[in-house]
């Protein structure tokens, strides 16, 4: 009976398996279209000009690389729930320990950045404080993902259906005005080399500005995490990350094309949509408050998937004795409740920090999250080549969803990001954001070595027992 016990319990702290393959297939896609598009694209054509059309394919074939490792490395370690955790057999249990950790600080402090912008926008329309409007997003959404993973699923698919329905229409309406069928001077693609010529801050600029298109783009690695809780975790795995490209090339790139296309890239204003400026060129009626609309849309979206993200991948970690066992713990409908709580409540503090402090606390918390997704992504790659050479050394066939050009475009993809990374030290608007990341990165190493390492049982004693 007593033995029974503890398997019981590992039956009953199961994620569950109710996420359908719509779901997944949206999840994807929306994690890779967010506000860093319908916003943050007027830093990248401000910075880039029209060239910046170069950098998003720069960055989305990096991307697309990364999400290809990822691909092999889950078709082939189905077992495991988070793409995190791929570091874990390859570099040993301190880069499973980091790179969790690293990942989930920083979703953890996306939910208060999304709840503040989601804030700012709704004020639009409803006159509250931006602290009463944050704090009802967040506990909407702490609801949401305590409900189930079904709950977060469907939320998801009709927020990234609405995504997906505005960038198609945007590109179809603004394309045939760039196209000359809805513009009375006819086509104006003039606007790419009128204005200084394609590349007006000449080519350094253009790598330059992959440094601030990645982070639009990351999001994509979530599908790697939902596809735990689904019924098939390998093939929706394999099937997304086959697709990714296809999606990049269609949401970022075509749409940013029109846009630079349409209007002058001198008239966009970093920090201000130019979606919607490019809608108000073209005099579609209520364009500000359309794009309002579709950007709180990709807010709430990604401020759903922090939730989701972070509440995961704590309670892999707890798994594994790198976060406190009783984070292991699921409700009835197999949710872990406790993490989602846990990232709840982080990131009510994080809007406290937004309100009272935004330019000391909250800056530090934001700019220390600057970093890490390219450490992450870093850690990844090489992650990938070891697990490949140590597949090779023991004479074991190809795995089923290989790498392109092993270990070339491996190699480029692990060059790439350290690129990223150096870029990032070297430019003044991202350097604040780099060498901040480093303390968290110094953090929880020490954390490494203080805790998990200490809590390390020895062999010959007993397993500690589970805590109810």
Not at 210 to 239: C, D, L, Q, Y
């Amino acid at each position: 009976m007593h033995a029974a016990q503890p398997a019981a319990e590992a039956e009953q702290n199961t994620l569950s398996r109710s996420l359908r393959p719509r779901h997944v297939a949206m999840i994807t896609i929306g994690g890779v279209i967010g506000a860093g598009l319908f916003v943050g694209s007027s830093v990248a054509i401000a910075a880039a000009g029209p060239a910046i059309l170069i950098s998003y394919v720069l960055t989305g074939l990096l991307v697309f690389l990364i999400m290809r490792m990822l691909g092999e490395m889950a078709v082939e370690m189905p077992q495991i729930r988070s793409f995190t955790e791929f570091t874990r057999p390859a570099l040993g249990n301190w880069a499973g320990f980091s790179v969790g950790w690293l990942y989930w600080y920083f979703w953890v402090v996306v939910i208060p950045v999304e709840a503040i912008a989601g804030a700012g926008i709704i004020q639009r329309w409803l006159p509250l404080p931006t602290w009463e409007i944050g704090a009802a997003l967040m506990l909407l959404m702490t609801l949401v993902n305590l409900m189930s993973a079904r709950a977060y699923g469907e939320f998801e698919f009709w927020f990234s259906s609405i995504k997906v329905a505005a960038i198609i229409v945007f590109i179809v309406v603004v394309g045939a005005h760039a196209f000359g069928f809805r513009s009375a001077g006819g086509p104006t693609f003039g606007n790419l080399v009128e204005h200084g010529g394609f590349a007006p801050r000449g080519p350094f600029a253009v790598l330059a500005a992959v440094t601030t298109v990645i982070w639009s783009m990351m999001g994509a690695e979530v599908v790697t995490i939902a596809a735990a809780e689904s019924p098939e975790p390998a093939k929706a795995v394999a099937r997304m990350t086959s697709t990714i490209m296809t999606r990049i090339l269609l949401f970022y790139v075509c749409s940013i094309f029109v846009i630079v296309s349409t209007v002058p890239w001198t008239s966009v204003v970093s920090g201000q949509s130019p979606f919607t400026l490019a809608l108000d060129g073209i005099n579609f009626p209520y364009a500000s408050d359309v794009m309002a609309a579709v950007i709180l849309t990709a807010v709430l979206s990604c401020l759903n998937s922090s939730f989701y993200v972070a509440s995961r991948v704590l309670f892999v970690l707890a798994s594994r004795g790198d976060a406190p066992h009783w984070l292991v713990r699921t409700n009835r409908r197999h949710v872990p409740a406790r993490a989602v709580l846990l990232a709840s409540a982080v990131g009510f503090a994080g809007v406290a920090a937004a309100i009272l402090s935004p330019s000391v606390v909250f800056a530090f918390l934001v700019n220390a999250s600057g970093a890490i997704i390219a450490i992450i992504y870093l850690a990844i790659g090489v992650a990938q080549v070891r697990t490949r050479r140590a597949r090779e050394r023991a004479g074991a066939p190809p795995p089923a969803l290989p790498m392109w050009l092993f270990p070339w475009l491996s190699y480029l993809a692990i060059a790439g990001m350290a690129m990223v990374l150096v870029a990032m030290a070297l430019t003044p608007s991202h350097r604040a954001e780099f060498w901040t990341s480093t303390i968290s990165i110094a953090v929880v190493l020490l954390a490494w070595v203080l805790f998990r390492r200490s809590a390390e049982q020895p062999e010959n004693e007993p397993s500690r027992a589970p805590v109810s």
